[in-house]
């Protein structure tokens, strides 16, 4: 009925940047708090950032300063511009949005399937 896809991961050298774009679709009324998260292999799915529809974006330490997350309301879209990017940026990088379906009244946490992200030389 949503669904999130995700776009833009890939092989990068160190230093260089990324654009991941997610698209959400389906039968949507409303938006809330859309973002990122990140997983490394054997490590726990952590917060990379999010942007609540009105409100202050929050960012993980790891990334101030050299992630930049975006919002385009009008396409239900999210970005995440990766700039500096260091071999531990390595994940695979995860969309996540609170989404209100049309004919519900709650706003239910919905998740991409993932785009993999690589920085080495």
């Known amino acids: 009925q949503v669904q999130l896809v995700e776009s833009g991961g890939g092989l990068v050298q160190p230093g260089g940047s990324l654009r991941l774009s997610c698209a959400a679709s389906?039968?949507?009324?409303?938006?809330?708090?859309m973002g990122w998260y990140r997983q490394a292999p054997g490590k726990e799915r952590e917060l990379v950032a999010t942007?609540?529809?009105?409100?202050?974006?929050n960012y993980a330490d790891s990334v101030k300063g050299r992630f930049t997350v975006s919002r385009d309301n009008a396409k239900n879209t999210v970005y995440l511009q990766m700039n500096s990017l260091k071999p531990e940026d390595t994940a695979v990088y995860y969309c996540?949005?609170?989404?209100?379906?049309?004919?519900?009244?709650?706003?239910?946490?919905?998740w991409g399937q993932g785009t993999l992200v690589t920085v080495s030389s």
């Open positions: 996540n949005a609170r989404i209100m379906v049309v004919g519900d009244y709650r706003y239910l946490e919905r």
């Open positions: 389906g039968s949507i009324f409303s938006i809330n708090a």
């Open positions: 942007m609540p529809s009105g409100g202050h974006t």
